[in-house]
């Protein structure tokens, strides 16, 4: 039976940019500036994650134009490689985006706890979570509208704080801080790893593949234009936040949305930065939960998953099954896990096994020729996946360790998974 194709480009660009855009640009500028110790440093790593993310936009949207199917994050690693590869990877993938649900759900309950009634941090994000659930049952389309209100509202609230480069007089600046007994090297790569956090997100969007209008022209645009909005608004913010707080100040703070805001807006700074951690929650839990069910879908399609998982109510274009799945492991991270900056190394060291590998599939799927600008941009994303790994594991060697555990632990037990069903889901792949 044809999948439903209802998403349309404007639905796509926004989810591009909602997946992106989420409590990265709030926080991370701060430790980006601590670790790069000089503005030269901070704004390179910040164009330079911002190419990479580019690189990323247009090799994933060829990979989503090869495999126009909904789930295609998992479908590709099955057919280029192998269901054993692919389970790993996917699970791993998941449990970490799962994790990245409750530490985000967890910040932006802090910020609304002083008006939420003495509610608890864990109690506050458990709701954010179980309300963005209620409205992906309601379907593809309403949860895809309630993301593009969601996204226009958050990009107006960074709009205000760009808007301060013309209205506030510019801070003192520093141009070097001491933050590690590091060279410039290891400063950039450190940098790195932060700014890599805020452009990820992106290559999600191919498990869209089946359900958009004209795929093969659509899907690779809206990727691309959305991850050009992105690095045109991060690097205004970013301006904005040096001349504004200071490149000094920036390094030493930790809610930098809130001093912007206040300078903006003096007494009324407290609740609109609430409003603003509260709508990126929504904006990146609702996304997230539309993208990553699909996976689990289309792991159950294809036999290593309970069949269970494969089933969808076609009239709302829900896989109740799989969306519950893997709400319920968001939810179980909020009690269970540590805090977003404990979670942080973790999620971007998989990410980083995941995104390359993922990448690399383009010399396996069968299409056309690859172009030369195809070739150049996997490769410089491959090594730039290669690079953020390795400055992780050498930074926080927990974090290298514990990951690389994770992903042989996931590995052995996908092969006992889908030994006994490697010819069914063969020719399952084979098919797609």
Request: charged content about 10%.
């Amino acid at each position: 039976m044809r999948e439903k194709q209802q998403l349309r480009f404007f639905d796509i660009t926004m989810m591009v940019i909602s997946l992106v855009i989420g409590m990265g640009i709030f926080r991370a500028p701060a430790t980006v500036a601590q670790r790069a110790g000089s503005e030269f440093i901070y704004y390179a790593a910040w164009i330079t994650g911002g190419l990479i993310a580019l690189c990323g936009a247009i090799g994933y949207a060829e990979i989503g134009k090869r495999m126009p199917v909904s789930g295609a994050y998992y479908s590709i690693f099955a057919k280029a490689y192998s269901p054993t590869l692919a389970f790993a990877i996917n699970i791993i993938i998941l449990v970490s985006n799962a994790a990245s649900i409750a530490g985000v759900s967890i910040i932006g309950a802090e910020y609304v706890m002083p008006y939420a009634m003495g509610l608890s941090s864990t109690v506050l994000a458990s709701i954010f979570i179980i309300l963005l659930y209620g409205l992906n049952l309601l379907g593809l389309r309403t949860s895809a509208t309630v993301q593009n209100v969601l996204m226009g509202i958050k990009l107006l609230m960074l709009i205000a704080i760009i808007s301060a480069l013309g209205i506030l007089p510019p801070s003192e600046t520093v141009t070097f801080i001491q933050s590690h007994s590091g060279g410039m090297w290891e400063s950039f790569g450190l940098a790195l790893i932060a700014v890599s956090f805020t452009y990820g997100g992106y290559q999600q969007t191919i498990n869209f593949g089946g359900e958009v209008k004209n795929n093969e022209r659509m899907l690779p645009r809206a990727i691309i234009l959305g991850v050009m909005i992105i690095i045109a608004i991060y690097l205004l913010a970013n301006l904005a936040y040096v001349q504004v707080i200071g490149f000094n100040e920036l390094a030493q703070s930790k809610f930098i949305a809130a001093i912007m805001m206040e300078r903006l807006f003096g007494g009324t700074a407290a609740l609109i930065v609430s409003m603003i951690i509260m709508i990126s929650v929504f904006g990146y839990v609702n996304v997230s939960m539309l993208s990553n069910p699909r996976v689990v879908s289309a792991m159950g399609k294809d036999g290593v998953l309970p069949k269970i998982f494969a089933q969808s109510d076609e009239t709302k274009g829900v896989s109740v099954s799989a969306l519950t799945v893997f709400t319920a492991i968001s939810l179980i991270s909020v009690y269970a896990g540590e805090s977003f900056e404990r979670i942080l190394n973790y999620t971007i060291f998989i990410d980083s096994i995941g995104l390359g590998v993922g990448m690399a599939t383009l010399y396996r799927l069968k299409g056309e020729k690859l172009s030369i600008m195809t070739h150049a941009v996997a490769l410089i994303f491959i090594a730039a996946c290669l690079f953020t790994g390795v400055n992780i594991f050498l930074f926080d060697t927990n974090a290298g360790i514990y990951g690389s555990m994770l992903f042989v632990g996931v590995m052995m037990f996908g092969y006992m998974v889908t030994k006994k069903k490697s010819k069914e889901v063969s020719q399952i792949i084979s098919e797609q």
